[in-house]
């Protein structure tokens, strides 16, 4: 069998307005880019904090003596600076236990994969990550997905489950920024003696008290949702992930998590500054309430101009937009205005609900929100 014909392939999802394609955007201030000698202010990062551009990340970025860490963790490429982050993501998110991975992507799949298998069940929110899925489809666990954000379909599906079973939620979704309902998916979790499994990517740092995340906004913790996961790329704005719970949950993690064993230890300066960026999106309480300020005022500015929304109460603001090629469109004509928000397209979200994926950042001024505003308004 032949392998599909690249070019008419390419050519076909040009045609239908899904064709995805980088592009080298040079960061100017942490809300602005040069592209093509035109100057875009950013709303479509995870840097919902402004952290990723601060000097002093920078700093501790470079303070190692070396860059790479040289070997797997098991190996000989554990360093101090990695148990310091563990240490750091422990105290602040009050878990006992911490293990930091490369990326989100690899907790995911990781965890799935080291907690399900042959004859358990995971049990999945229908618009869960990417990872999510990819990590329960690999375990060879059965896979079954439930109605967006419905406790009740989730309770169907949990007690109809056989085997081991894992609730696997994102905290925040992802493409929506919705918050999932956490007290209920817990309460079904309990009653089936299942494992409840959070990603709060893009919770932590922004949701909760002191940006603990949607599951201490829950009023949920440990014993409730043993597995935890978040990013440290987004609003931490460094690079890298983690997953916090139980010292034994840890520990087994480190026998059997194969993207965390079979793959080189972060190098130490990226621990250093995401142990930095831990501390000071915990201090810094001004950038939270300034985004929430922010997201407030685009809002209340996007409804009094009749642009539409959908029911975030956070720093992700989606703009829905239906057809792929229409939020193509958009998008181009907002770049052509100046600002940057990339068009969200299937397969990424379902099939008629292309957006775009409007993200608000503490490093946003006013002034900036308000000009998006008067864009969107005049594109749409
Ligand atoms: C971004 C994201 C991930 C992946 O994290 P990376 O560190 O970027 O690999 C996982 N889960 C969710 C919900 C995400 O939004």
Known sequence: MALPDFHAELTRRREAGLLRETRSLTPLSATTVAHCDRVLTVFCSNDYLGLAGDPRLGEALASPAVAGSGAAHLISGHRPEHEQLEAALCEFLERDSALFFSTGYMANVGV????????????????????????????????????????????????????????ATDGVFSMDGDTAPLAGLAQVAADAGATLMVD??????????????????????????????????????????????????????????????????????????CALAVDLAHREGWRREHLADLVGRFREGASRRGIPLMSSSGPIQPVPVGEARRALAVSRALEDRGYLVTAIRPPTVPRGTARLRVTLSAAHRRDQVDGLLEALERVL
Do not use: C
Not at 125 to 154: C, F, P, Q, T
Not at 243 to 254: H, I, S
């Open 200 to 273: 709060d990517a893009h919770g932590i740092g922004v949701e909760g008290p002191d940006g603990r995340g949607s599951v201490a906004a829950a009023g949920l913790g440990q014993s409730q949702v043993p597995v935890l996961v978040g990013t440290l790329g987004k609003a931490f704005g460094v690079f890298g992930a983690f997953v916090a719970g139980p010292a034994a949950l840890v520990d087994y993690l480190k026998q059997t998590a194969r993207t965390w064993i079979y793959t080189t230890a972060p190098p130490p300066g990226i621990a250093a500054a």
């Open 112 to 167: 799935i994969d080291a907690l399900a298998g042959r004859g358990d069940t995971v049990v999945q929110d229908r618009l869960n990550h990417a990872s999510l899925i990819d990590g329960g489809r690999m375990s060879g666990a059965r896979l079954r997905r439930y109605a967006h954000a419905s406790v009740e379909r989730a309770a169907a599906v949990v007690n109809a489950a056989s085997g081991g079973t894992l609730l």
